[in-house]
């Protein structure tokens, strides 16, 4: 997602909540002028702020890492520990569906539960 859209998406999610700047900027613990940059396309933040941006605003933690580009340590740790799998997996399921990812998400839970 490019930069513009990102800072749209942030915007909308803090009027939808009812928020100023300054009381996200607070919430978040970074500048109001920060969050401005953000929101108008201006400015990329680290990924701590994305984290804390989307619990300020209640929204999806992965959600928003991906439109920012971005994705959470845990992700990064499975990549590092399958190099190969993960692409190699990702390319094989480009073309799934909603419903397809959907069953594909149970079936894995039902796996790590049989594990347990």
């Not at 996200?24 to 994305?50: C, P, W």
Request: aromatic content about 6%; proline content about 2%; glycine content about 4%.
């Amino acid at each position: 997602m490019s930069k513009k859209s990102f800072g749209l998406l942030i915007r909308k999610l803090r009027k939808e909540n009812g928020l100023s700047l300054r009381k996200l900027a607070k919430q978040v613990d970074v500048s109001y002028v920060q969050i401005a940059h953000i929101e108008n396309g201006k400015f990329s933040t680290s990924k701590k702020v994305l984290e804390q941006l989307a619990k300020a605003l209640d929204y999806d933690v992965d959600k928003l890492l991906a439109a920012g580009d971005v994705v959470g340590d845990d992700i990064e740790n499975i990549i590092r520990q399958k190099p190969t799998a993960v692409p190699e997996f990702l390319r094989s399921a480009k073309n799934l569906t909603e419903d397809d990812w959907r069953a594909l998400t149970e079936q894995v839970k039902n796996m790590k539960k049989k594990k347990k």
